[in-house]
């Protein structure tokens, strides 16, 4: 059998089944090096687990694959390569394209269990913090003192009032 | 906090008390928090995490905890203690290794550490000797609370505790209990075990973690689920399978003193006749010995030497710790060198610490 990325003999095997079918990656030595998917010849399971996402989720349509967070800037493609998200907000950005992810991973889409007992900032208190620090990094950059002490202020009252 | 002074003892986890302790080496909960209205590590500027890192240290310090925690600033560590600090299991790998602005505040007991700034801004972590889920889980649980009446963590009522990876999303909660177990793996049915724990979602890795080998027959096992399932439910279905994988350890423990009671004497004595007398020893071999020690004392077959002393070399022999021991860094052929003196040494004398 040859690896699936070059013509190389296959010597790592990958199976994985889910809902019944059965999904298979075949790699040479190399190639499974070089996309992290063994190290020292140890298995390292996230990389292996972020692979098989990719797989299941297939292809992202254009309109995906087009998603950018307005907030950090993170494009969808970003994530899938290195399978960390840039901020929270992603997760509202990012929705379509992370629901079948979640699903596959914890099969659930939906959070049960603790809540911050402190009143949590909803999704778009939250997005507008984001922003916040963004213009306040920014005008801390531009010394523009005055406006980051409005921004710092703005903030901290957001934060206290959620 | 003095690292010195722990070089000399061998922490929480490897205290060798606590329920079940012939096989439960440790439970461990670690939770994954975020800062609302900052973006996770791997996208912060180095300002932003600057930042970070200010805020949570101040609010940390502020802690009405009873001992107070010790903040351990990470750059400002030498490798050879970055590394005495993973061999303790007190950071991981990816903080000791990761750049900028991070650091870890400690317990005196080595049971609660909290990871500023590495891939979550915020990795609290309580580890109890033996088999303690639930004393873990209402320690960590006071932490977490403490803690949000002071930040603002990136949470949603629909995904829970927002993480950088979707893998941590929601309760942000990894439960992990670490096991000893040197008769299944000699029994060669370790790989059932393993293969019946991925059915119900339960991860099984090595001894430091995801990628590491189980060297020592060191296993740990935890929660692969963190969204849809409560802390509690989580937290149950681990508990209700650690008994039953312990009854087969002592089953398979039991099958050995029956059927290879001979051959099971004969690879307990060179173990420790290994131990006591080689004059090169690799961390392997040592970790894989020091094993077999294990199982004799826990099974009677050997009396010279006590479980909290093994447990001791197993922690001293890894190569940091054992630098640190010698005073002086070492090469690889130096440190199996010291190593090996290292052991015959503890060894010749009963156990005893050589201080």
Request: one cysteine or more; proline letters at 4%; aromatic letters at 4%.
């Amino acid at each position: 059998m040859k690896c699936q990325f070059c013509s190389n003999p296959a010597t790592v095997h990958l199976t994985d089944i889910v809902n019944k079918k059965k999904k298979e990656v075949h790699l040479c030595q190399a190639c499974a090096e070089q996309k992290q998917l063994v190290n020292k010849q140890e298995l390292n399971l996230s990389v292996i687990l972020q692979t098989l996402i990719g797989q299941q989720v297939g292809q992202p349509s254009d309109e995906l694959a087009r998603l950018t967070c307005p907030q950090c800037g993170i494009k969808f493609m970003e994530f899938r390569a290195d399978g960390r998200l840039g901020c929270p907000h992603d997760y509202e950005v990012f929705r379509v394209g992370l629901e079948p992810l979640l699903l596959r991973i914890h099969r659930s889409t939906r959070h049960i269990g603790k809540v911050p007992r402190h009143s949590p900032v909803n999704a778009q208190a939250l997005a507008e913090l984001v922003q916040l620090r963004t213009q306040l990094r920014d005008a801390v950059e531009a010394e523009a003192y005055e406006e980051a002490a409005r921004l710092r202020d703005l903030i901290r009252q957001k934060e206290t009032t959620g | 906090m003095n690292l010195e002074s722990l070089t000399h003892t061998s922490g929480e986890w490897l205290r060798g008390t606590g329920p079940e302790s012939d096989i439960v080496i440790s439970s461990r909960i670690r939770l994954a928090r975020n800062l609302a209205a900052f973006p996770f590590t791997n996208r912060a500027t180095a300002h932003h995490k600057t930042e970070i890192e200010a805020m949570l240290r101040e609010r940390i310090a502020k802690l009405e905890l009873d001992p107070k925690l010790a903040y351990i600033n990470v750059p400002g560590l030498s490798t050879l203690d970055r590394q005495l600090l993973v061999e303790r299991q007190l950071i991981s790998r990816e903080l000791a290794g990761a750049d900028g602005p991070r650091g870890v505040a400690l317990g005196p007991r080595e049971t609660v550490s909290l990871m500023v700034n590495e891939e979550d801004h915020l990795r609290l972590q309580v580890m109890r000797s033996g088999f303690a889920l639930d004393e873990a889980w209402s320690d960590i649980d006071k932490v977490d609370d403490m803690l949000e009446q002071r930040v603002s963590y990136a949470f949603s009522d629909e995904f829970g505790y927002l993480t950088a990876c979707p893998t941590n999303v929601g309760t942000g909660m990894r439960s992990s209990v670490m096991l000893h177990l040197p008769a299944l793996v000699l029994a060669k049915q370790i790989e059932k075990v393993f293969r019946a724990l991925q059915k119900i979602n339960l991860a099984v890795r090595g001894l430091y973690g995801e990628g590491s080998r189980a060297s020592g027959d060191f296993y740990q096992i935890s929660n692969q689920v963190t969204l849809g399932k409560s802390e509690t439910t989580i937290l149950s279905e681990i508990r209700e399978v650690i008994p039953q994988i312990i009854t087969y350890e002592r089953q398979a423990r039991q099958t050995l003193m029956r059927e290879g009671r001979q051959s099971l004497q004969d690879r307990v004595s060179r173990a420790y006749g290994t131990l006591c007398s080689a004059t090169m020893m690799t961390s392997e071999e040592t970790m894989d010995l020091l094993s077999s020690v294990r199982l004799g004392i826990n099974l009677g077959i050997l009396e010279d030497i006590t479980i909290p002393t093994v447990n001791e070399l197993f922690i001293h022999t890894q190569p940091a710790h054992l630098q640190k021991l010698m005073g002086t860094s070492l090469d690889g052929e130096e440190r199996n060198a010291a190593r090996a003196r290292y052991l015959r040494q503890r060894l010749r004398e009963g156990g005893a610490h050589p201080n």
